[in-house]
């Protein structure tokens, strides 16, 4: 059983930067791939950013490359996702997921995700 548990997140001014981190028990980081998702008011959750057993990064949508950055400790079982230059349409609720196949295709455990709030 692989456990995610979620922290950072907040209310932050646009411009501001964050960090969030997904803690990962259960299992190895190193042989799965993790994924941050977000949701936000009313709309449905979309992908950010994942990156695959084999170290292999995705951002979705690239444009989002040069703002957020995906990445992990192996070491320490976390995953990281940090946030610059942060706009008001960046609020949601932020979620971490695991795929155990590695692959990022499919996400079997989801942390209980955190709320990012900017304000304009």
């Known amino acids: 059983q692989v456990q995610l548990v979620q922290s950072g997140g907040g209310l932050v001014e646009t411009g501001a930067s964050l960090r969030l981190t997904c803690e990962v028990s259960?299992?190895?980081?190193?042989?799965?791939?993790v994924g941050w998702f977000r949701q936000a008011p009313g709309k449905e959750r979309e992908a950010v950013a994942r990156f695959g057993a084999n170290g292999a990064i995705t951002y979705y949508p690239d444009s989002l490359e040069a703002r957020f950055t995906i990445s992990r400790d192996n070491s320490k079982n976390m995953a990281y996702l940090e946030m610059r230059s942060l706009k008001p349409e960046d609020t949601a609720v932020y979620y971490c997921?695991?795929?155990?196949?590695?692959?990022?295709?499919?996400?079997?455990?989801w942390g209980h995700g955190t709320q990012v709030t900017v304000s304009s």
């Open positions: 259960g299992r190895a980081l190193s042989t799965l791939a």
């Open positions: 997921a695991a795929d155990v196949r590695g692959w990022g295709m499919r996400w079997d455990y």
